[in-house]
């Protein structure tokens, strides 16, 4: 709300909720409608955090959520604010599902993209798309081989 009564017609501010766990989709719509529902604070942007390693779903799951989201909110845009798509710690099966989070986000109403968490490091969340060789990050061909479907 504090947003909202600075901004002026010459400068508007997206505000963005932010929330984990998008492959449950009766807490999110629970704190959803509790918040902008029920306490009438409207985001202008949706987003979630989205990790396959963490048991987040996949980005079929994702879709299916922010579909169903935008149907119910139609003026709100969505965004996967961070994902990897690990399929275990500092693991990648390259199974092609970080490119499909961008497809996906391209194909659901009010789409903005998804955003990679931490390209140039190993972790939890699964592995990076730049490795290190000395004190030099390159890019991993590997990695970013998977992305060439989105450019064709």
């Known amino acids: 709300r504090a947003v909202k009564a600075f901004e002026t ?29 029920t306490e009438k604070v409207a985001p202008d942007v949706m987003a979630f955090s989205a990790y396959t390693a963490y048991q987040h779903g996949t980005p079929d799951t994702w879709k299916k959520l922010i579909s169903d989201l935008a149907s119910s909110y139609p003026n709100l845009e969505f965004l996967i604010a961070e994902y990897n798509g690990g399929t275990g710690k500092n693991f990648y099966s390259f199974d092609g599902s970080r490119a499909k989070t961008h497809q996906i986000m391209e194909q659901v109403p009010r789409g903005l993209g998804a955003f990679f968490w931490e390209p140039a490091s190993y972790g939890e969340w699964g592995s990076a798309l730049l490795d290190w060789d000395g004190n030099t990050l390159r890019a991993n061909p590997k990695a970013f081989d998977e992305y060439k479907v989105l450019f064709r």
């Open 9 to 37: 017609s010459s400068h508007k501010i997206k505000t963005v909720f932010h929330i984990e766990s998008p492959q449950n989709s009766s807490t999110v719509n629970w704190w959803m409608s509790s918040i902008i529902k």
